[in-house]
């Protein structure tokens, strides 16, 4: 079984009952993460803005802002192949990261110009930098666990309210100011966000000195025989069942990602948003998934941890599942709100409150557990390419949701919330009758997690 991700030396430095290196990345991610949803919460409105004006912007159609606002999610996913390609062959992880860093710094500088060379010249940076971070930075929080440890999905998921946390103050803060200030100025912030987060990566690398290196040029016989062995059948039957888990991947992004589109105009048109004599902000909604996300994720991670302890059922499987089963029931409360729209013309906030708390927990189950699951079963010198491939499964769920979001004024609401609910339920019922096959796939990568004891 030699030659995981979870066999190299790990750091013995510890915070809080985690890795310290994990707060290393956490704090990078979270910055960067604080970067990239700033950019893209004023990203369209930018470009829809007047070109007159004090705040101008480039005057485009809505349609033509939703367009690139399309590719450039997918885009920004989709180069996590050639970064993970390139970190597996010819840099590692970490100076991946380093260098995806500063490509992104870079990037969102150039978009604080006023002109237009600097607006494409900075998207394509931004679409560069995140290729070469995200997957990598993931990938190396695999590898500050030894394999066993029940710690890893908690500690992924610790790294995940990372995520949200910059997530969360991105909306708030960089839209603010891109709104209220000057467009410009929205962009420079979310780019001082990045150059903090690339401060702390590079501070921090005394944290992360046995994790994400090239092994490429390893004396190491062990590292030599992990690069050089063709794949074993065990290796090849987790790559599949790491395939396999990638489609529900694209199903839980195609719906969850509604969140942005439908369920976003959702708020703004149809949703009577009152509360004691004041109007609550559509865009606030946008901030609630990350919101649930900081407050509930420890708990869902230890939930899942301690049945694993117990010996009940906690595969990643049956995890992302239940997350796919759970976040599919969230849109039936929209069902429901769509038909009290109909009676009574407007519908009720706590519809889409709901809605987001079974969508978070649903993410809960899936994201943070996938990103963990590719770190236990992938080999080591597929790593990062593995992560790559899911983060480009991702950006194509986020293609998908945009494709349904918009068949939603030929078939109406109703129609499409409850037919994803119907979907992702039955989808997530269906594969649970296969789930045994599939976990024997794994060949035991993840049986007798526990707590390790130094
Ligand atoms: N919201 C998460 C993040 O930004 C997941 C995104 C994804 O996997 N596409 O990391």
Redesign the pocket.
């Known amino acids: 079984m030699g030659g995981n991700l979870i066999d190299q030396h790990v750091s013995k430095k510890e915070l809080f009952g985690h890795p310290a290196g994990l707060y290393v990345l956490f704090l990078t991610e979270m910055w960067e993460?604080f970067s990239?949803?700033g950019m893209r919460a004023i990203l369209v409105l930018y470009l829809v803005s007047e070109t007159t004006g004090e705040n101008h912007g480039l005057g485009w159609t809505n349609a033509e802002a939703l367009q690139l606002y399309g590719w450039y999610t997918m885009l920004v996913?989709f180069m996590s192949i050639p970064g993970g390609f390139i970190a597996d062959k010819y840099l590692g992880q970490k100076k991946s990261v380093l260098i995806g860093g500063i490509i992104l710094t870079a990037g969102h500088a150039i978009l604080a110009y006023e002109e237009v060379w600097a607006f494409y010249t900075g998207l394509l940076l931004i679409i560069s930098g995140v290729g070469m971070l995200?997957p990598n930075i993931s990938t190396m929080v695999g590898g500050l666990y030894q394999k066993g440890d029940i710690r890893r999905d908690q500690g992924f998921t610790i790294f995940?309210i990372g995520?949200?946390v910059g997530?969360f103050l991105a909306a708030i803060i960089v839209g603010y100011v891109g709104e209220n200030i000057g467009w410009h100025y929205g962009f420079g912030l979310a780019g001082i966000g990045m150059a903090l987060g690339l401060l702390v990566y590079y501070f921090g690398q005394p944290y992360l000195e046995h994790v994400g290196n090239f092994i490429g040029n390893s004396k190491s016989a062990k590292d030599k025989e992990a690069l050089k062995k063709p794949l074993t059948r065990i290796e090849k039957d987790r790559m599949i069942v790491l395939f396999i888990s990638f489609l529900l991947v694209i199903i839980f992004?195609g719906a969850y990602e509604q969140a942005g589109g439908l369920l976003n105009l959702y708020a703004l048109e149809k949703t009577d948003r009152h509360f004691l004599g004041w109007v609550v902000p559509a865009s606030w909604f946008q901030s609630l998934a990350a919101f649930f996300i900081i407050v509930i994720g420890t708990a869902v991670a230890k939930f899942w941890a301690k049945r694993k302890l117990k010996g009940k059922k906690a595969s990643s499987i049956f995890k992302m599942l239940t997350g796919l089963i759970v976040m599919g029931t969230g849109f039936l409360f929209m069902s429901a709100a769509s038909i009290q729209y109909e009676n009574s013309g407007s519908s009720a906030m706590y519809w889409l409150v709901l809605a987001y708390l079974f969508h978070t927990l649903g993410e809960l189950s899936v994201?943070p557990v996938a990103l963990s699951f590719i770190t236990k079963l992938a080999p080591v010198r597929y790593a990062s390419i593995m992560m790559g491939i899911y983060?480009a499964m991702?950006?194509l769920?986020?293609k998908l949701a945009g494709l349904l979001g918009e068949s939603a004024s030929n078939y109406g609401e109703f129609t499409i919330f409850t037919g994803i609910a119907v979907f992702c339920i039955s989808f997530g019922l269906v594969v649970m009758l296969f789930m045994k096959k599939l976990e024997k796939l794994t060949h035991g990568a993840e049986d007798n997690e526990h707590v390790i004891e130094e």
């Open positions: 993460r990239y949803y996913y995200k995940y995520i949200n997530a992004w994201s983060f991702t950006g769920g986020n």
